[in-house]
């Protein structure tokens, strides 16, 4: 799913036009970054928590030439998603294969059934 994409379904729910939605979602993610950078931390209740750690300096190897190399210091973002997204992407276990990747299969699709003018079937 791309930005656009949210902007277009949080449009649609809301009633707002996708410029004015587009510019909340712009304007939430930048809060995020500005949180991170000042804070290194930002936790969003039911949703997960955003740390930025620092990685040591570290020697490594180039897997092309076995040649060392040294890698600085860095600082890297992590996340760790809080209950409820866990919950809910563990519900993908659950699910068959094919479901998951958001095909869906034959047997679970409704099976065409002919109805009569009542409402009953035929």
Known sequence: MTKKEIVRTISEEIGL????TKEIVQKTFNAIVEALVSEKRIELRNFGVFEVKRRAPRKARNPRTNEKVFVAEKFVVTFKPGKKMEERVKELERQPATSRTGRIKAETTTAA???DSDGNTG
């Not at 036009?17 to 004015?20: A, K």
């Open 113 to 115: 059934t002919s109805y």
């Open 17 to 20: 036009t996708q410029l004015q």
